[in-house]
């Protein structure tokens, strides 16, 4: 079960989220859901906030990870700086999703299409961003431990060196193992959902102007 949990589980949502990019670049460039008339100025905001606060998220739980020891936390300055940006992107990121998902949730248009994903995205990327201020303030890190780093930080990086660690997990506090289930599952269903698109789109688009172009590098006649 432990096996199961924390090393089968996590490797199959990576590569449900690596296919589910292929497909869904495939199926509609990720713009299915985040371009066209249909979006309505609450929606655009929404759009606008999370693309803000979602890439400023995953930068403080990099940092964080970078900079922790393998049972402290980051520099006291450190430690400063990434917990006032999480208090700040944390907040928008949710208002953000919020506004992109609630209008199709409770509309009765049906060209919105409402999936089960649809319904479970919100609440999952809310509890992933709630959970990651929890354990930042847990009580019991204390006296030079820093349970995230004991716990969740090990267990990540054993997955990404090809030699997971479910022990770290194992015995962790019940809610670090929720909150690294809830990143398991959405990193799954990822691809499958509205906001599929919201960092996708804009990286592809940067790496189109980046890329060199056949016509600028042909020779003029």
């Given amino acids: 079960m432990m096996i199961t949990m924390w090393v089968v589980l996590p490797y199959l949502a990576v590569v449900s989220c690596v296919a589910g990019h292929v497909w869904r670049y495939r199926y509609d460039g990720f713009r299915g859901y985040l371009y066209g008339p249909h979006l309505d100025r609450a929606q655009r905001l929404g759009i606008a906030a999370t693309r803000a606060g979602f890439p400023a998220v ?23 700086l990434l917990t006032a940006v999480q208090a700040v992107a944390v907040p928008v990121t949710i208002a953000g999703v919020a506004l992109i998902l609630l209008p199709p949730l409770i509309s009765a248009d049906v060209r919105y299409r409402v999936t089960p994903l649809d319904r479970l995205t919100l609440p999952l990327t809310a509890s992933a961003l709630l959970s ?30 090809l030699h997971p660690d479910p022990h770290a ?53």
């Fill in 132 to 161: 990651a201020t929890l354990v930042t303030f847990d009580g019991g890190s204390t006296d030079g431990r820093y349970r995230t780093a004991e716990t969740l930080f090990t267990w990540v990086r054993s997955l990404l060196a």
């Fill in 58 to 80: 995953f930068a403080v739980r990099i940092v964080e990870m970078a900079a922790s020891g393998p049972h402290s936390r980051p520099e006291h300055h450190i430690q400063i």
């Fill in 169 to 221: 997990m194992q015995y962790a506090p019940a809610i670090y193992q929720a909150r690294g289930m809830i990143i398991v599952l959405l990193v799954a269903i990822w691809p499958y959902t509205r906001l599929a698109g919201i960092l996708t789109v804009p990286a592809l688009r940067m790496l189109r102007q980046l890329a060199p172009s056949p016509y600028r590098s042909a020779p003029t006649g």
